[in-house]
């Protein structure tokens, strides 16, 4: 026999809650009562219990329902970012893509981050990209992927929150896939960044306070605590929603001074994410920035949040209006204006009672626009781009309360607003791809990848080449890594120890760009002692503390300049339209002035005017404008690369090489030409 006992006016009834709590007595009593109906049951009336579990099982059906909407729009988010995912290591220097290269090289590594080191994404990254890793996903299309899966993360919340809002499931997936496919959104979700990690917390935090206003759980609080501050801890501009959450949970106040220990308890979890910085250190990770391992160095990564640097109030009204413009620029970019103001009004559109949620939903994203106004480190920067997120994210919750608000007039708006904004949410798709597009396949900066793999391995010493740390020190680490290119080469970016490569025998190369940043005095302060340049290839500068006094390679092909200065070889590679001159300088003695290089295609061996002259590739100072003549010692042999391309339906003869100086008056003077064959 079964027995169950039951309140005699269950209030289990209708709720999803108390039907959880029916054992598993109450189960095999309904189980008796239909098979064996000789079975006695304590309570007066089964029927009232097979009810009880009726409703419950309609309760799991609608709560099955209601989650459809946010996978829904999950997966579809987490389609569209695969279908712009960067899966090569990062080449644009859009301000979006500022930190990629680092973030690529970082995970796969289990390495740390720039400021303030974001050591939850560092973790959490590192996991996913390394069992991506083991299934053959490369480095740089895993972090991306890392970034694709927390955007669908964060648009699941959102919807989410609009369904939680009231709005029905058709109109807040409509509403969250719009904001997916704001500019800002769509890019940060196809990159190997960390802002889709920052909304989808945010998010979480406020779909939480909003449960937890209406439910006062005590689970509900301490979960809503826990993303809030792991969100700080990651991103501290997660702060910023603050206001909101207290509006959300004002009325709770009570309960929450009641549980004040565990709330404290869970708060203090994320500062502890931190120790992943000096654990990573002390075991001497490949990839770490700054000292976390010291205390100086450990509280720096948390306290240097870049404020001083990108925090910068408006001089004057001229400037106010400077910066509202680009604000409204980037803000019309991610949806356009209209759009983006029907969505932030739409957060009113909940009935007037509940207007303490229009108001918190509203100061989800003042806050952050209001932040716009004061970053501002001369142009648009990742930070800038960064903070403006919240704006599509409410707007997409503001556009799914109006289609819903629309929706109760009528079965035509309940299916004309969904429709409108799958509608919109197409548009902009079409829209904003190949905006998206020309950042993730962009190849800019990966050229010096290219350029350094063209030159060839030298024999008998070992070659450092040294980059600033930025995109090209990226690219260059993450291909030579992952990608087995230029094994020979020894890395290092501008915080490396010069004097002690080179008086352990080291060859120093480093990109020609690097002396727009680092000038000759920079090498000379840290070297001691006066450097000579030389080139090591198209694009690519030697650095040494002693000038090269060797014979230079013969080709037969020489000539005396009569300014001091010989060429001692010369010789033309050309491949299709493309040709390399490597010249090989020789002073003869040390040259009196400073002699620019004139270097000319032509179409015909003695040109008569300029239009013999198909292209130029003339330099200020030999070695792409670094090394001054007057700076040379006599014998010093300087090697050195120019690279011409001839134009479409061109034939030229060959090239000319010289040197020439600019008189007073303005004239300028021409040493002879030495005339190499194409």
Request: charge should be neutral; glycine fraction near 8%; proline fraction near 6%.
């Amino acid at each position: 026999m079964y027995h169950i006992s039951l309140h005699r006016q269950p209030r289990l009834c209708c709720s999803y809650r108390a039907g959880l709590r029916l054992t598993r007595s109450a189960n095999a009593c309904i189980t008796g009562i239909r098979s064996r109906p000789a079975i006695r049951c304590r309570h007066r009336n089964a029927d009232e219990v097979i009810a009880v579990m009726s409703d419950t099982s309609l309760a799991v059906a609608s709560r099955a329902r209601r989650a459809l909407w946010p996978m829904l729009a999950a997966v579809a988010a987490l389609a569209l970012a695969m279908l712009t995912l960067q899966v090569q290591v990062n080449g644009s220097t859009s301000p979006y893509a500022t930190d990629v290269g680092e973030i690529q090289n970082a995970l796969p590594r289990w390495g740390t981050l720039h400021f303030t080191g974001y050591p939850l994404y560092s973790v959490t990254g590192s996991l996913a990209v390394s069992l991506l890793r083991l299934v053959g996903v490369a480095p740089a299309a895993g972090a991306s992927l890392v970034s694709a899966l927390w955007g669908a993360a964060s648009v699941a919340l959102l919807v989410a929150l609009a369904m939680e809002l009231g709005a029905p499931g058709p109109a807040a997936a409509g509403g969250g896939l719009v904001a997916a496919v704001s500019l800002s959104a769509w890019i940060d979700a196809s990159i190997a960044e960390v802002h889709t990690m920052t909304m989808a917390l945010t998010v979480a935090s406020l779909l939480l306070a909003l449960r937890y206003r209406r439910s006062g759980a005590r689970a509900d609080l301490l979960w809503l605590v826990l993303a809030f501050t792991q969100g700080v801890a990651h991103q501290r501009a997660v702060a910023f929603v603050a206001p909101a959450l207290v509006v959300l949970v004002a009325p709770r106040w009570r309960h929450v001074s009641s549980n004040l220990g565990a709330v404290v308890g869970v708060a203090l979890l994320a500062p502890l994410s931190y120790l992943y910085l000096p654990i990573r250190y002390w075991q001497g990770a490949d990839w770490t920035f700054g000292q976390p391992g010291t205390w100086h160095g450990f509280w720096t990564m948390i306290a240097d949040t870049k404020a001083e640097r990108i925090l910068a109030a408006p001089a004057g009204l001229a400037e106010w209006w400077e910066r509202a413009l680009t604000i409204l620029r980037l803000v019309g970019d991610d949806l356009p204006l209209p759009l983006m103001t029907l969505g932030l009004a739409g957060l009113w559109a909940l009935p007037r009672r509940r207007w303490w949620e229009s108001a918190a939903l509203t100061l989800a994203w003042l806050p952050y626009l209001a932040l716009c106004v004061v970053i501002w480190e001369g142009s648009v920067s990742d930070a800038l781009l960064a903070v403006k997120l919240p704006l599509p994210f409410m707007a997409g919750v503001g556009l799914a309360l109006v289609a819903g608000r629309l929706g109760a007039h009528g079965r035509l708006p309940r299916v004309a607003g969904p429709l409108a904004l799958g509608v919109i949410m197409i548009l902009l798709a079409m829209s904003h791809r190949p905006r998206v597009l020309a950042i993730t396949r962009d190849r800019t900066a990966t050229a010096i990848v290219d350029t350094v793999e063209a030159l060839e391995p030298p024999a008998g010493r070992p070659v450092t080449l040294l980059a600033l740390w930025g995109h090209e020190y990226w690219a260059l680490r993450y291909t030579q890594a992952y990608e087995g290119r230029f094994p020979y080469l020894n890395l290092v970016d501008h915080n490396a120890d010069v004097r002690a490569l080179v008086d352990g025998g080291h060859r120093l190369w480093t990109p020609g760009a690097t002396f727009y940043r680092l000038p000759t005095s920079w090498w000379e302060e840290r070297l001691g002692e006066r450097v000579h340049l030389s080139s090591a290839g198209p694009g690519v500068v030697e650095v040494a503390a002693s000038p090269w006094l060797a014979n230079a390679p013969t080709s037969g092909v020489a000539l005396d300049l009569g300014n001091g200065v010989r060429i001692a070889s010369a010789s033309l590679e050309s491949q299709g339209e493309r040709a390399v001159l490597t010249v090989y300088w020789e002073a003869q003695r040390r040259p009196e002035r400073d002699y620019s290089v004139g270097v000319h295609l032509l179409a015909d061996r003695e040109p008569d005017g300029p239009e013999d002259i198909v292209a130029q590739a003339d330099q200020q100072h030999p070695v792409a404008g670094w090394h001054p003549t007057s700076r040379w010692e006599p014998g010093e042999i300087v090697c050195d690369h120019y690279v011409l391309t001839a134009p479409l339906g061109a034939t030229p003869v060959g090239v000319r090489v010289g040197m020439y100086h600019q008189e007073a008056d303005g004239s300028f003077v021409n040493s002879p030409w030495l005339f190499v064959p194409w």
